[in-house]
């Protein structure tokens, strides 16, 4: 098979771990078919910071071993299959990154003979790529399950972030639907990946020249709808991978139905709307100090698709409101609706010097729509005791009109919420 060919093929079928946050965005390269997602696997993921970084996206192999239900690489699977050598992705990742095509690799790969095989081979990749082409750009290998703690260990060396994937939620989940993959062997390696990372942190801080051991972190996904479980499940395991692992990221990916499915799988996905509610709820969770168990107040312990998380929550819990801008805690302040992170950092700032005033937290550009309820101010006072629930959630709720707008502009990354 042409490498072409095998790239068309595994290009596609890595278009399903969403580990490293692809955007599946075109080429801004006119008349070039080398930046689409849909032929050339060259996908966008995202920094911190919010920049953009073109990464090769593929599969090593879509071979596999295991027949895990939800996975159109599973062995019972008949889509068409392809398997790249070692130098043939050492040779396409350099082709590409010296035409500056991309900034960097994420490498997965289906299992074949058996996971150390397979491990090894992503290994050969990155070790090949850094020792004889000294290459300088960005690597993520996805860790095979099962594969031995030394190779996992090796794969640090050479690769900025490693990511192993938990895939459902729940050990119930994975024993119904991928009973080859064991929750605890899975918690188990990524507890080796955090305290090698801890090591080699703490041996550098201390002076040693330690090499540096995947400085980028891990991260874990996790498929959402192919189950019933319900969002507070999910993020009860993303809190508890997050305090005990120390993960950077946990991605959040839809189900999506594929051919011959398993009967026990549904027949459609879960609306896209709930795959971006649990990640305005991880960001809650990371950075606004909410626990996983209060974020969803809905009764079925499903995330709301028609507000954000934390209005939900503040409609939920009035009697925690209004909040006085002017002497709340830091704490208090970030479970406000419509502000954020930055914008509460600026309130503490500014109240040092003077009275904060609705005019002050326009030019904040905080959400007031949202947030005029649930504030006090020195000018301002809502009287939200004298409104029952259903008109307060009146008063704060967005239009269908006004919902489609916001979702369709927001990213589940973006930051405030």
């Not at 071993?65 to 008949?78: A, E, G, L, P, T």
């Not at 490498?107 to 074949?112: A, R």
């Not at 189950?227 to 993303?238: I, S, W």
């Not at 809190?239 to 459609?268: F, M, N, T, W």
Request: hydrophobic share 40%.
């Amino acid at each position: 098979m042409e490498i072409r060919d095998k790239l068309a093929i595994l290009a596609d079928a890595a278009k399903y771990d969403a580990s490293c946050a692809s955007s599946g965005a075109k080429t801004t390269r006119p008349g070039s078919e080398i930046g689409s997602t849909e032929g050339m696997g060259i996908c966008h993921s995202y920094t911190p910071d919010g920049r953009c970084v073109s990464l090769l996206k593929i599969l090593l192999t879509n071979y596999c071993i295991y027949d895990c239900q939800y996975c159109v690489n599973r062995i019972s699977s008949d889509t068409p299959r392809a398997r790249f050598t070692v130098d043939e992705v050492v040779t396409l990742t350099m082709d590409f990154y010296k035409r500056n095509y991309i900034e960097g690799l994420f490498l997965s790969s289906g299992i074949i003979q058996n996971s150390d095989y397979t491990m090894e081979q992503l290994i050969a990749v990155a070790k090949t790529l850094r020792t004889d082409h000294r290459y300088g750009g960005y690597i993520h290998l996805k860790t095979i399950p099962n594969a031995s703690d030394a190779l996992i260990q090796e794969a640090g060396l050479w690769a900025d972030r490693l990511s192993v994937n938990i895939e459902l939620p729940t050990e119930q989940d994975l024993v119904q639907l991928a009973p080859e993959k064991k929750k605890p062997q899975i918690v188990e390696a990524m507890g080796g990946i955090r305290e090698k990372i801890q090591e080699h942190s703490e041996d550098r801080a201390a002076g040693f020249k330690a090499p540096r051991y995947a400085p980028a972190g891990q991260s874990t996904q996790m498929i959402v709808g192919a189950t019933p479980t319900p969002d507070v499940e999910v993020l009860k395991t993303a809190s508890e991978l997050y305090g005990d692992q120390k993960l950077r990221r946990v991605y959040y990916s839809a189900y999506s139905p594929i051919p011959h499915a398993d009967a026990r799988l549904p027949g459609k996905s879960p609306p896209l709307v709930r795959e971006h509610r649990l990640y305005q709820a991880d960001w809650l969770m990371r950075f606004y100090g909410f626990a996983a168990e209060e974020i969803v107040a809905e009764a079925d312990q499903n995330l709301s698709l028609d507000i954000d998380p934390k209005l939900a929550w503040a409609l939920a819990n009035r009697h925690f409101f209004p909040v006085d801008v002017n002497r709340a805690a830091r704490e208090e302040l970030l479970r406000i609706p419509g502000i954020g992170v930055r914008s509460v950092d600026r309130i503490l700032s500014i109240r040092r010097y003077k009275p904060l005033r609705v005019a002050d937290l326009k030019k904040m550009r905080v959400a007031w729509n949202r947030t005029k309820v649930f504030v006090l101010t020195a000018d301002y006072n809502p009287g939200v005791s004298a409104l029952d629930k259903v008109d307060l959630s009146r008063r704060v709720r967005p239009s269908s009109q006004q919902l489609m707008l916001f979702d369709a502009a927001s990213s589940a990354r973006s930051g405030e919420v």
